[in-house]
């Protein structure tokens, strides 16, 4: 009777555990944009309960369709300014390697990680995918946190160009009939 009291204990932490895991995500599901267009989505971390000393994280995205401008890290969050990286960015390859925060602060619940800001430079869909920056894992109290890494993604439409109405047309071929009358007259 011990042992399955014992198994029920170990089984209802493991199950809470699982529904309260703590996750890196991006702010914004699904995000539709047109070609040329920049924007920002922040990646996030959530339902942390114990205090996180830091971790670093990994994008990856479709080349094609979009490139990375710039990533941009809250220093009023995460204050350990030598452990602060920005990342490598690969607009060939489609990566952002090496996204690095680190904290001696209380970081805990939900915070920000980076603003990554992208542009949109062709049409389709692009996944962007996060995982664990393996030289600066999440951690906390010097112990390994595993959190969920959750991708998002990108329709970009292509610009289509917007057709000139018929009043134009009709306006400009009027302005060349009164240029040949113009002329005849002054003849």
């Not at 942390?48 to 094609?64: H, L, P, Q, R, T």
């Not at 990342?87 to 602060?105: E, K």
């Not at 962007?128 to 109290?141: D, I, K, R, V």
């Not at 047309?169 to 113009?182: C, D, H, P």
Request: charged letters at 10%.
């Amino acid at each position: 009777m011990k042992n399955i009291k014992k198994i029920i204990a170990v089984a209802s932490l493991i199950f809470s555990s699982h529904l309260s895991a703590a996750s890196i995500s991006w702010s914004s599901a699904t995000t539709s944009v047109n070609i040329n267009d920049t924007f920002t989505i922040n990646v996030t971390g959530s339902d942390f309960v114990n205090n996180v000393d830091g971790g670093g994280i990994n994008i990856i995205y479709n080349a094609s369709v979009l490139n990375v401008l710039s990533v941009s890290i809250d220093e009023s969050i995460w204050d350990l300014g030598a452990g602060i990286r920005t990342g490598t960015i690969d607009n060939l390859l489609g990566s952002v390697d090496g996204i690095s925060v680190n904290a001696w602060s209380d970081v805990t619940g939900n915070f920000s990680v980076a603003s990554v800001t992208f542009q949109a430079i062709g049409s389709g869909n692009s996944l962007l995918s996060l995982s664990e920056f393996g030289l600066n894992p999440w951690a906390s109290g010097g112990s390994l946190i595993n959190p969920d890494f959750i991708a998002a993604s990108v329709d970009v439409s292509p610009v289509i160009p917007t057709p000139v109405p018929a009043a134009v047309w009709l306006l400009g071929s009027g302005l060349v009939a009164l240029t040949g009358f113009a002329r005849r007259k002054a003849s």
